[in-house]
T-cell receptor, first 117, second 109 residues
Framework: DTEVTQTPKHLVMGMTNKKSLKCEQH?????MYWYKQKAKKPPELMFV???????INESVPSRFSPECPNSSLLNLHLHALQPEDSALYLC????????????????FGPGTRLTVT | GQQVMQIPQYQHVQEGEDFTTYCNSS?????IQWYKQRPGGHPVFLIQ?????EVKKQKRLTFQFGEAKKNSSLHITATQTTDVGTYFC?????????FGAGTRLTVKP
């Protein structure tokens, strides 16, 4: 199984709402990633988890809160977002070789398209 | 920090024509990866290049890594409509991976 799943596929939320994005993989990967992608732009790395521990935070605002409950699951908790946070949020996973992002190929999920109103 | 420049931004070709996209890094890379993202889809890994001067082929796709490990290219021979999408390079150096801006390829049947 080389699939990364993400839920929900679409999410519309107000600026005062709290919501969560979920990601799951069963490939035994020990590195998991959150990316943000705006239309016609490349993915921007937000967070990296390595062996369930946060290893990279790309100076992401605190209204985004990642969580890795176990080696297969990755969550992104959202609170008090701004309209400019509307984007496609991609989860990815890879083997973990200690070399950081890009050491191994990444498998991306289909993404959650988030709209903040 | 490292920057990865990718050109062209857009390429529109007639089916059967060739296509090339180029990536250039401001720093020497340890490796480079290439991804394809279909319209409305997610990035899908194509290949990783590690060695200086490396050339790899996948059917009609040819990937090259420069001798100085600062540039790379993806060449598609005889494009087909199934090649439509955005091709991203991702340069890797010192635990840092940066995507290029991508080249959006459209193919006219």
């Amino acid at each position: 199984d080389t699939e990364v799943t993400q839920t929900p596929k679409h999410l519309v939320m107000g600026m005062t709402n709290k919501k969560s994005l979920k990601c799951e993989q069963h490939m035994g990967h020990r590195a998991m990633y959150w990316y943000k992608q705006k239309a016609k732009k490349p993915p921007e790395l937000m967070f990296v988890y390595s062996y369930e521990k946060l290893s990279i935070n790309e100076s992401v605002p605190s209204r985004f809160s990642p969580e890795c409950p176990n080696s297969s699951l990755l969550n992104l908790h959202l609170h008090a977002l701004q309209p400019e946070d509307s984007a496609l949020y991609l989860c990815a996973s890879s083997q973990e070789g200690g070399g950081g992002p890009g050491y191994y190929e990444q498998y991306f999920g289909p993404g959650t398209r988030l709209t903040v109103t | 920090g490292q920057q990865v420049m990718q050109i062209p931004q857009y390429q529109h070709v007639q089916e059967g024509e060739d296509f090339t996209t180029y990536c250039n890094s401001s720093t020497t890379l340890s490796n480079i990866q290439w991804y394809k993202q279909r319209p409305g889809g997610h990035p899908v890994f194509l290949i990783q290049l590690v060695k200086s001067g490396e050339v790899k082929k996948q059917k009609r796709l040819t990937f090259q890594f420069g001798e100085a490990k600062k540039n790379s290219s993806l060449h598609i021979t005889a494009t087909q409509t199934t090649d439509v999408g955005t091709y991203f390079c991702a340069g890797v150096n010192n635990n840092d991976m940066r995507f290029g801006a991508g080249t959006r390829l459209t193919v006219k049947p």
